[in-house]
């Protein structure tokens, strides 16, 4: 298991994913404190209208 973006989230990779995933997931179920300060995190790292964002650059280098 890997902390990613500041702990925002977990990564578990493809190999350890049949003796990891599903206790992750239910260790996040579980502990609300957890998802709390995942959430926290994500906050801080979001980008609202990312999508928006890339089609402007997209057209952008279209008309170019």
């Known amino acids: 298991l890997f902390p990613s973006h500041d702990s ?3 990564l578990v990779t493809d ?8 206790s992750e997931a239910l ?3 579980k502990d609300t404190k957890k998802r709390a300060k995942m959430q926290e995190k ?4 979001a ?14 280098c279209i008309q170019k």
């Open 15 to 22: 190999k350890q994913a049949p003796e990891v995933l599903i």
């Open 47 to 60: 980008k609202p209208m990312a999508t928006e964002s890339i089609v402007k650059i997209i057209e952008a």
């Open 27 to 29: 260790t996040l179920i």
């Open 42 to 45: 994500l906050k801080a790292i």
């Open 8 to 10: 925002a989230a977990v």
